[in-house]
């Protein structure tokens, strides 16, 4: 899973990231990254897409993390709206000296607007105060806050320590025993998110045949789930929504009497007309999803040096939006119609599609208009 | 209306209010971790100075307050010091319209303003180090009052033409900040105590103009990525400049709208959308660079000057220019 850390420049984010993978390379489940290589990580490229964010990855006896920072709140809504490292999680730093601060705020909405449900607080640099009542004052108001944004304020873990002592080799008590507890915290208390094959079935369909004998075949990669031979399954998406029964797997030319999640495979489908079937739609677990026309989405539209376009452009624009297999042109509306997007925005916008497409919150999906790719966006909530 | 209630907000940074006052004689250690947490609601001060201002004052609150006052001010001086050279490339650009010339506001909440066609402005690019700080309630707030003291500071010069006036950053630091004691650098150092980062202003401009009898001018502006219509990443300004006989009458607001009046804020509006969308550097030229040979985005892609001599001839005016445009990003570097 992937978590993130969210903290003030100076209350020593990146040295905790930095004793984590010290503290964990002792026990042989990360490579110990230095401070200064986090710090400077370059600029990364996600489907084209530049994102200032640091990567490591480190694992414990139950789990394995990949673990971002980023410095801006912009990097972190980049982040998810493109899904390079779709934050499951999140650790707040704050340090003891000065307790929460007003972009602490600003933190919590962030990790709330990126989707984190539940997150674990580092109150840093506990060295530097003596009375453990002032400690108490923290843990206290960080609780208070975490209640008012709509976290778990009574049982979110918090833990107190040293990021620098535990980097240093200094007073395990404050320094590794607690990066250690941390760590542990992460495994107690985030939640792992579903794995692809826990998720009910989908298959998106990129080709469709019609096999004399036999009937219609529809073929694509699973992109989540198992389906069985025998099974109902049902074909949604593009103005149909029928159910029907998957009386045939096949892949690569042999039969077989189950798919799952990466699999390519031809699902025959029982009693269909191949006209009924189309690129674009998908074959789900009966009931798992829906088709939607109007849908609310956060977007990030690609510069120019991104490939993307160098002029703006205002409510109602027309492009082509491409979400699994599908291929639909779609009109953007802004909340102010007066506004326009630029390219280097994040920008939260309403979304009509010409025809419906199978989508849910999380879908991602890119816009494109001629070759290009203008924008990349992923679905916040649906509407009609 | 506007200019009442953003002078409010302007002043409400510098003289908190407070919900509760406190005078609490032998507190016991309870008490005291109590009291710290109010004090710290009431200033956002950082745990350790609220602890200290207490200790400093008997745990009267009252007085914790106005010792913390002051110590901000001595840690802010320190705390900036030790900040200053930090990179801050993140911010904002506010903007204080105290007028905007002859014509009614584009935004209709703002049409009961009486006008007299004088412009006055302010605009002030103020920078912090993270993202997430420019989004707080006490930065935008100091974002806010600082192009207020902006648009207040008398102009020096009086051209016959409007223009806008790059300000001073080291004498505007030395300006009061609202009605209060504090200068506009002392704000500054109060807000880098609490919040922790750099905070510096980039660049500041002012604009003041009065009309002539045959020749009235309107501000347009247009806000990008924003929460308000005075604050965001980039802020583009236009000044619509319009000529003719008894010009005044035909643009004063009186009992019925002024069809004019109403137009010419619509399309002083759109040319600072036009500005900060398509980046021009001149107003005339010979390619897309310069603003008269862009394709107009609200004018369904005719030349900005072919719009403009349409609208010049719609509305029977001797001529309508561009007299001048601003466009500012937070971060750009800023040419000598």
Redesign the interface.
């Known amino acids: 899973m992937n978590i993130g850390t969210i903290g003030?420049?100076?209350h020593g984010k990146t040295t905790l990231t930095a004793a984590i993978t010290k503290c964990l390379a002792e026990k042989g489940g990360a490579q110990f990254t230095d401070y200064n290589m986090i710090d400077k990580a370059p600029e990364e490229r996600a489907r084209g897409i530049t994102i200032n964010a640091a990567h490591v990855e480190y694992e414990t006896e139950t789990r394995h993390y990949g673990h971002i920072d980023c410095?801006?709140?912009?990097d972190y809504i980049k982040n998810m709206i493109t899904g390079a490292a779709q934050m499951d999680g999140a650790i707040i730093v704050v340090s003891?000296?000065?307790?929460q601060?007003?972009?602490t705020?600003?933190?919590l909405l962030?990790a709330r607007q990126v989707g984190v449900k539940k997150l674990v607080v580092f109150i840093n640099k506990v060295d530097q105060?003596s009375?453990p009542?002032?400690l108490?004052?923290?843990d206290?108001?960080m609780r208070d806050l975490l209640g008012t944004y709509n976290f778990d304020g009574e049982n979110t873990p918090i833990i107190m320590g040293s990021a620098l002592a535990a980097l240093e080799g200094r007073d395990p008590e404050i320094g590794s025993k607690k990066i250690v507890e941390l760590v542990q915290a992460c495994d107690d208390w985030l939640d792992l998110p579903l794995r692809d094959l826990e998720k009910p079935f989908l298959l998106p369909v990129e080709d469709v045949f019609s096999i004399s004998g036999r009937g219609t075949v529809a073929t694509g990669r699973v992109e989540r789930g198992v389906a069985s031979k025998g099974t109902e399954v049902e074909v949604l998406g593009l103005g149909e929504s029928f159910k029907t029964t998957l009386t045939g797997i096949e892949m690569f030319h042999k039969e077989l009497d189950r798919a799952e999640a990466g699999d390519n495979m031809g699902a025959l489908l029982r009693g269909v007309k191949r006209e009924q079937v189309k690129r674009g739609q998908v074959i789900i677990a009966p009931g798992s999803m829906k088709a939607v026309k109007v849908f609310k989405a956060q977007i990030y539209v690609l510069t120019k040096d991104e490939g993307g376009r160098y002029?703006?452009f205002?409510s109602g624009y027309k492009p082509q939006l491409f979400l699994r297999t599908a291929d639909v042109s779609v009109e953007l509306k802004f909340d102010d119609p007066?506004k326009?997007a630029?390219p280097g925005?994040n920008v939260e916008l309403e979304c009509n599609l010409h025809s419906s497409v199978a989508l849910e919150v999380g879908s991602r999906f890119t816009l494109r208009e001629g070759h290009k790719t203008i924008a990349t966006g992923v679905v916040v909530e649906t509407k009609e | 209306m506007s200019f009442f209630c953003y002078h409010r907000a302007a002043r409400s940074a510098f003289t908190p209010c407070f919900r509760r006052l406190y005078s609490t004689p032998g507190l016991g250690k309870k008490t005291n971790i109590q009291l710290i947490a109010e004090l710290r609601k009431l200033t956002d001060a950082p745990l350790t100075k609220a602890r200290l201002a207490l200790q400093e004052s008997n745990g009267n609150l009252e007085s914790a307050r106005k010792w913390l006052e002051a110590e901000l001010l001595a840690s802010g001086a320190a705390k900036a010091a030790k900040v200053e050279g930090r990179a801050a490339n993140q911010g904002v650009v506010s903007l204080t319209v105290v007028d905007g010339g002859y014509g009614h506001e584009f935004d209709p909440k703002h049409h009961q303003k009486e006008r007299d066609g004088r412009i006055r402005v302010g605009l002030v690019e103020i920078n912090c180090e993270s993202d997430f700080v420019a989004r707080t309630d006490q930065f935008s707030q100091l974002a806010t009052a600082l192009s207020y003291v902006v648009a207040q500071i008398p102009s020096l010069s009086h051209s016959e033409d409007p223009s806008f006036e790059p300000l001073d950053v080291s004498e505007l630091l030395q300006a009061q900040y609202g009605d209060g004691p504090l200068t506009v650098k002392s704000a500054i150092q109060n807000i880098i105590a609490t919040i922790g980062e750099n905070i510096s202003i980039r660049r500041a401009m002012a604009m003041s103009w009065a009309p002539q009898s045959d020749r009235a001018v309107r501000l347009g502006w247009y806000t990008h990525n924003s929460n308000s219509p005075f604050q965001g990443q980039i802020i583009g300004l236009s000044l619509l400049d319009m000529r003719t006989q008894s010009i005044g009458k035909l643009l004063e607001p009186r009992v019925e709208d002024s069809p004019l009046s109403d137009t010419a804020g619509q399309l002083s509006h759109a040319l600072a959308q036009q500005v900060v969308g398509f980046n021009p550097v001149s107003i005339m030229g010979s390619d897309e660079t310069s603003l008269y040979e862009q394709s107009f985005m609200a004018g369904q892609g005719t030349l900005v000057k072919d719009y403009l001599a349409n609208w010049r001839e719609e509305n029977k005016l001797q001529s309508v220019d561009v007299a001048g445009f601003i466009r500012w990003k937070v971060s750009e570097s800023v040419p000598e």
């Open positions: 003030h420049v100076d410095p801006g709140h912009a003891a000296t000065d307790g601060m007003p972009q705020r600003e933190h962030l105060i009375d009542e002032m108490e004052l923290v206290m108001e002029t703006p205002t007066a326009m630029m925005d």
